[in-house]
């Protein structure tokens, strides 16, 4: 048993080192054509750069107006965040606590539904109407991730409330508490961890999303880092170290955060699994 266990063990390591190197090679990639030059480029692409140009970060931040589209994104996704989690929550919970009835289990269906449609089918469509509401803007934008969001986060929502027994809403209804009250003090509470999931997940996609911002968003002022990016596709030609650079500035602050959350995302998850 102790033999077999170690060459499980072995197995599985190599797998995670493996596994390791489809994210490290691509990082150090990025990191290395950053920091070249375009002569530089023409040379060995494993090879460190013969001299550190950290300039072209800066010259990345010029040529993207870094400033605004890091704003841009940070209003877009701080908001998205802030009304997945109020709203999300809710509509999972009213459908987790009322799952026996068939219009409910009907609309939890037609939610999971919603994970199988791909978005180009729905697009064209979709830009017309928002245009025509006049919300091809963040506002706009903000409201369709949080619509976008929904199937998924009530999947995680419903499986977790399923959870929490029912005898702690009913113990706050017998102290007088509304149907309103019960959730935000007592229930809401209790959610934090999947609140934290979902948090996180929201503002990952959101943060990196490029197609919906392109179609949606018609004011340059207001694109976000992913479509500034684009700056250095050329027609005949792209620009890859101050790409790069860019890309690495602006993946940095989710990296950051989702290195020092990653275990409210695997907990959220295992515990808002359906038992």
């Not at 995680?156 to 007088?176: C, F, H, M, N």
């Amino acid at each position: 048993m102790d033999n077999a266990r170690k060459r499980a063990n072995w197995l599985l390591t190599g797998l995670l080192f493996l596994g390791s190197l489809t994210i490290l090679i691509p990082m150090y990639f990025t990191v290395v054509t950053a920091l070249k030059s375009r002569t530089d480029m023409a040379g060995n692409l494993w090879s460190l750069p013969t001299q550190w140009h950290w300039e072209n970060f800066g010259e990345a931040i010029r040529v993207t107006g870094f400033g605004q589209a890091l704003l841009n994104s940070l209003l877009i996704t701080g908001a998205v965040i802030v009304l997945t989690v109020l709203t999300n929550s809710l509509v999972g919970y009213a459908i987790a606590r009322n799952l026996h009835r068939t219009p409910f289990k009907v609309i939890f269906l037609y939610f999971l539904s919603a994970l199988f449609i791909p978005f180009p089918i729905v697009m064209l469509p979709l830009v017309k109407e928002m245009s025509f509401l006049g919300l091809d803007n963040r506002w706009g934008l903000v409201l369709l991730y949080v619509v976008y969001n929904l199937a998924f986060n009530v999947l995680l929502y419903t499986g977790y409330l399923r959870t929490v027994p029912q005898a702690i809403e009913e113990a706050a209804l017998l102290d007088g508490a509304s149907a309103w009250q019960t959730f935000w003090r007592v229930i809401f509470p209790l959610l934090t961890p999947v609140n934290a999931t979902v948090a996180i997940l929201t503002g990952l996609h959101t943060w990196n999303d490029f197609l919906l911002p392109l179609v949606i968003l018609s004011d340059q002022d207001e694109y976000t880092l992913p479509l500034v990016q684009y700056a250095f596709q050329g027609q005949f030609s792209t620009d890859y170290n101050l790409a790069f650079a860019s890309y690495l500035m602006a993946l940095t602050p989710m990296l950051v955060i989702y290195l020092f959350a990653q275990r409210w995302i695997i907990g959220g998850v295992a515990r808002g699994a359906v038992k």
